[in-house]
């Protein structure tokens, strides 16, 4: 068999292969969160959210709502080297992002049920 019939067989069975998994896939949320921060992110997101007494006040202030606090932290980077991965039973994470073109940083627990956001400071 000549180089061109393998590789003419090669691509129809990966473009049939291609056709398939857009049919099965169409309309699913299907994603692919194989990285520390992606999965870590997924992880705290799925979860419902607490706000310590201090975050309330800052939020309040700077007129953010629940949703913008969730979307902070679905679109932020998790900063490992800053968060606490080992301790038991909840972790904590320092999730940073921008807002309104403003760095800010949020240090959230994460437990098995809840995930609580403990200090939101943004940096001018």
């Known amino acids: 068999m000549k180089f061109i019939q393998r590789l003419g067989y090669y691509l129809g069975g990966f473009s049939i292969g291609i056709i398939i998994l857009l ?14 921060n992606a999965r870590t992110v997924k992880n705290i997101i799925l979860k419902k959210f607490q706000y310590s ?9 700077y007129e953010i709502d629940t949703a913008s606090v969730r979307q902070l932290v679905k679109y932020g980077n998790v900063n490992f080297s800053e968060s606490d ?40």
């Open 23 to 36: 049919f099965f896939l169409n309309g699913k949320e299907a994603s692919c969160d194989y990285g520390p």
């Open 53 to 61: 007494d201090e975050v309330i006040n800052v939020i309040s202030s």
């Open 85 to 124: 991965t080992k301790s038991v039973p909840c972790k904590t994470y320092q999730v940073e992002n921008t807002y309104k073109e403003r760095d800010v940083i949020l240090r959230v627990k994460n437990c098995s049920l809840v995930a609580t956001i403990l200090d939101f400071k943004i940096k001018n």
